[in-house]
T-cell receptor, first 114, second 110 residues
């Protein structure tokens, strides 16, 4: 596609429910990143994929968070038993490879946990 | 010391003037540096990348890199109200991880 796409754009869920957030990177980009941004805050790194493997999962806040990537393309970020502190904008970015290459961001998913 | 530091601002600059945004980083092995612009409620948008010491110009934007001082800056000439946004500095660590600063809020005064 022309750019990184994410779905849904907005998600409201009740505390304790599970949610899945989807990211479709730019075609040909092998690296994919997930970030979280709370209101008025900076970007918080969650996880990145090179192909289908995740060399760095150090940013995942807890074991309620998991992510996978299949076919070197689409990635899903799953949050189990959501808590109110999980409310944030979840951003996905992709690049040709890790490190040196510029990252391009999707529009984000705004998650609200009530 | 934070890995990537930026003054949070807000930085207020009159329309038509030069806006200067600064960023310092801690990893001497960093090789790649990026500036992103983020409008309120939107996702970050890449403006510039710079890899070598010196200046890199693109339209009204100039990125400056000084690896010896571990300092990278972004100059915006002829500032416009549409330049009002948060500017994020991003630095590649030697382990390939990209670290973002918390951003500087820029306000261009009409």
């Amino acid at each position: 596609g022309a750019g990184v796409s994410q779905s849904p754009s907005n998600k409201v869920t009740e505390k304790g429910k599970d949610v899945e957030l989807r990211c479709d990177p730019i075609s040909g980009h092998t690296a994919l990143y997930w970030y979280r941004q709370s209101l008025g805050q900076g970007l918080e790194f969650l996880i990145y994929f090179q192909g289908n493997s995740a060399p760095d999962k150090s940013g995942l806040p807890s074991d309620r968070f998991s992510a996978e990537r299949t076919g070197g393309s689409v990635s899903t970020l799953t949050i189990q038993r959501t808590q109110q502190e999980d409310s944030a904008v979840y951003l996905c970015a992709s690049s040709f490879a890790s490190g040196t290459y510029e990252q391009y961001f999707g529009p984000g998913t705004r998650l609200t946990v009530t | 010391q934070k890995e990537v530091e930026q003054n949070s601002g807000p930085l207020s600059v009159p329309e038509g003037a030069i806006a200067s945004l600064n960023c310092t980083y801690s990893d001497r092995g960093s090789q790649s540096f990026f500036w992103y612009r983020q409008y309120s409620g939107k996702s970050p948008e890449l403006i510039m990348s710079i890899y070598s010491n010196g200046d890199k110009e693109d339209g009204r934007f100039t990125a400056q890199l000084n690896k010896a001082s571990q300092y990278v800056s972004l100059l915006i000439r002829d500032s416009q109200p549409s330049d009002s946004a948060t500017y994020l500095c991003a630095v590649e660590r030697r382990d390939d991880k990209i670290i973002f600063g918390k951003g500087t809020r820029l306000h261009i005064l009409p």
